[in-house]
């Protein structure tokens, strides 16, 4: 790897760690727990305020300061609750480091994979950006093409068009719910 791929590559590892030490502790952790472990590390590393302007693409620039505010909030506390729910347990898997691809200038993609001992890996890739804070994730990319922003910004913005901003704020908080009561 080139110097400017590395510190990227090891802001990635360093979440896979956090995230294998999750899963190997789920169960002892219990849901609540994981979040708050998982909720520091992601507001770490992802640049949570711009991936929920992505999230809601045309629509943030008709939205008040206070639904911006509301939207971060919200569109935050389900990205850690989603990662809380979905890292519930560990079967033996592990991280692989896969790379790292200059999308542009101060943009990347790292790609890294699951490797399950009885199945077959799960791509993850991260798209990151260089801020003045560092190296943050903007966007991330599940089996190579699916963009999870892309996913949410078509969801979000049919919801806005046809029930308003109260509606995607009360189904992003249903999520949220349906998370902590174990649902995923």
Known sequence: MKPAEMQPAAVIQGFDAVLLDVMRNAKKLGYARRR????????EIFHLP?????????????LTPAQRDTLVDGFSRMTVATYAA?????SGEN???????TV?????????????PNDDPV?????MREFSTGWRVIDVFLKQSYSELATKRSEYS???RRQGFAALMA???????QYANGGK
């Open 123 to 127: 791509e993850i890739n991260y798209l």
């Open 50 to 62: 711009v991936m929920a302007r992505i999230a809601i693409g045309a629509h943030w620039r008709k």
């Open 86 to 90: 979905r890292f519930d347990g560990w």
């Open 158 to 160: 049919s919801i806005i």
């Open 171 to 177: 189904q992003i908080e249903a999520k949220i719910s």
């Open 36 to 43: 708050e472990i998982l909720s520091k590390k992601i507001g």
């Open 95 to 101: 991280f692989e480091m896969r790379g790292v691809d």
């Open 104 to 116: 542009r200038a101060k943009t990347v993609m790292v790609k890294t994979a699951i490797i399950r």
